[in-house]
């Protein structure tokens, strides 16, 4: 893999290069969110290792810019804080996983490989009846209207699009948006909400179906919702 670092502690980037480099893995540091931000413009990487904080510019304003100008690299954010509200706007700004400090640097490694296998994976792009998920630009569309989702919305869709027409546990996505810590309040209900404002209201025919007592399904079929 090709990564970048972006990492003021020089223990951890020592740590993480002593690891990762005899594997043969490049790997190119930055020392700040500008530097960082530089380099990821100009450089192509396989995945991109994030601190949260740093001198100069935050891992969130970092990846938010990233987004924005269409750079679509993974991003794994490292933090010292196990915050519930910390790991909600990674999320939101586009990070595809998270690293809580003191980590292990082989299950960093594993992380990777595995946000890399997705990646590689991913058809072009899912369909559910008329709405369609373009894999490469992110773009949703429910028949010919583009539709505007939020990074969790999307990241729930997307889920729920490669498992459809299957029954997706709560605790599957839950896992899938905050891990081995959910919140003790249903948030996830709050996004299911929003994004079947978003991709069924507007609608005739609803897509995405609560199964009461065990999770969500999206499937062109009639059922309860």
């Not at 292990?104 to 992380?111: D, F, I, Q, T």
């Not at 209207?145 to 299957?166: D, F, T, V």
């Not at 249903?186 to 025919?205: E, M, P, Q, V």
Request: glycine share 6%; charged share 25%; net charge negative.
């Amino acid at each position: 893999m090709n990564l970048l670092i972006v990492e003021d502690n020089r223990d951890i980037a020592e740590n993480i290069a002593d690891y990762l480099e005899p594997k043969g893995h490049q790997l190119d540091f930055a020392i700040d969110g500008q530097q960082g931000l530089e380099l990821a413009r100009s450089t192509e990487f396989d995945a991109i290792v994030l601190d949260l904080m740093l001198p100069r510019m935050s891992g969130i304003e970092l990846c938010k810019q990233l987004r924005a100008g269409h750079n679509h690299t993974p991003v794994i954010m490292l933090t010292a804080r196990d915050q519930l509200d910390d790991k909600l706007l990674g999320f939101e700004v586009g990070a595809d996983d998270y690293l809580v400090k003191p980590f292990s640097v082989k299950e960093l490694e594993a992380r990777l490989l595995a946000l890399l296998k997705r990646q590689q994976n991913e058809a072009p792009a899912l369909h559910v009846a008329d709405l369609s998920f373009d894999t490469q630009t992110l773009e949703v569309r429910r028949g010919n209207q583009a539709l505007e989702l939020n990074p969790i919305q999307r990241k729930l869709l997307h889920y729920l699009m490669e498992n459809s027409p299957k029954v997706v546990k709560r605790a599957q996505l839950e896992q899938l948006i905050w891990g081995d810590n959910p919140p003790d309040k249903d948030i996830l209900r709050t996004h299911i909400y929003s994004l079947r404002n978003t991709i069924d209201k507007a609608f005739d025919k609803p897509l995405l179906h609560t199964v009461h007592g065990v999770g969500y399904r999206l499937a062109d079929t009639a059922g309860k919702s």
